[in-house]
């Protein structure tokens, strides 16, 4: 993987990092836990995987992303900012009432987005639907959903899995922020400790369990895919929620709280960057 910069990808981890709690502070929002766990996974596919470009977002032909966590939608704020699908002025105006970038994804307010979403759960299907239309259009590329690990308690994303394998969509890749914590517990406090990796095998997925923030082993597992012809692919990425700022690290507590100007200061001291976009007052 010599074409790839990784000293230039941490660097840009750090930055989406610090982007991410100044626009939380400013916004008076929360959700760094959920947000802060899957900034590497999302640099690795704006940064090295995914065939879109902001010169023409829209290409009939484009890889499709889609966030189905959409509470952690700061990240790709600072994602599609970070690789110039938008300028990074327009953080300044996140959670703002009426404006582009609300605390949840909402592709009317941001047409630069594939889906809205929030409610957890219907991500995956709408990944395998769409993916099923190009097909039947003879459209090229392809359809990576971002999911939480809580949101597997749904019903509808095993609906989805099977739909999925049972169509041969091996366009379609799953990446689960496996981070072990929902919004008021631990996974495998609320809905027992099956491992999703087994579980999305049962359902007939090619499966690959990783390390959520090791670059390079998300670059090369990207690089792999599809892991099997004739399937649907899952990465089931381990992460820590809050990664990267040592007092939000595995704490409960960052999923609703938003952070204080002595958070902001502390944060941003420790990850040694400015944010990508100019701090509000």
């Avoid at 750090?14 to 709690?21: E, S």
């Avoid at 690789?83 to 703002?96: E, K, R």
Wanted: some cysteine; charged content about 25%; hydrophobic content about 40%.
């Amino acid at each position: 993987m010599d074409d790839v910069d990784f000293d230039d990808l941490r660097l840009r981890a750090r930055r989406m990092r610090a982007t991410c709690i100044r626009m939380a502070h400013d916004g008076r929002e929360g959700h760094l836990k959920s947000t802060l766990s899957c900034i590497d996974l999302l640099l690795a596919l704006y940064g090295t995987w995914l065939r879109v470009s902001p010169d023409d977002p829209r290409h009939p032909d484009r890889d499709r992303f889609l966030l189905s966590k959409g509470h952690g939608v700061t990240a790709l704020y600072a994602a599609l900012a970070e690789y110039g699908f938008m300028p990074p002025s327009l953080l300044d105006t996140y959670a703002q009432p009426g404006g582009a970038l609300p605390n949840h994804a909402c592709r009317h307010a941001l047409p630069l987005l594939e889906i809205s979403s929030g409610s957890l759960g219907h991500g995956l299907g709408m990944a395998t639907g769409m993916a099923y239309g190009m097909e039947l259009d003879g459209r090229g590329g392809r359809v990576t959903v971002l999911m939480s690990d809580g949101e597997c308690n749904e019903g509808s994303v095993w609906e989805s899995a099977m739909f999925a394998a049972a169509r041969r969509l091996d366009r379609v890749v799953a990446i689960i922020d496996n981070n072990n914590m929902q919004a008021v517990g631990r996974n495998d406090e609320i809905s027992g400790g099956m491992p999703l990796d087994d579980k999305f095998r049962a359902f007939g997925w090619a499966v690959r369990t990783i390390d959520g923030h090791d670059l390079p082993g998300i670059v090369a597992t990207l690089r792999g895919l599809p892991f099997e012809p004739g399937k649907p692919s899952a990465i089931v990425a381990r992460t820590v929620g809050g990664s990267g700022v040592s007092f939000m690290e595995d704490q409960m507590m960052w999923h609703y709280r938003s952070p204080s100007a002595e958070d902001v200061e502390r944060a941003l001291a420790e990850l040694g960057v400015a944010p990508l976009h100019r701090a509000t007052p």
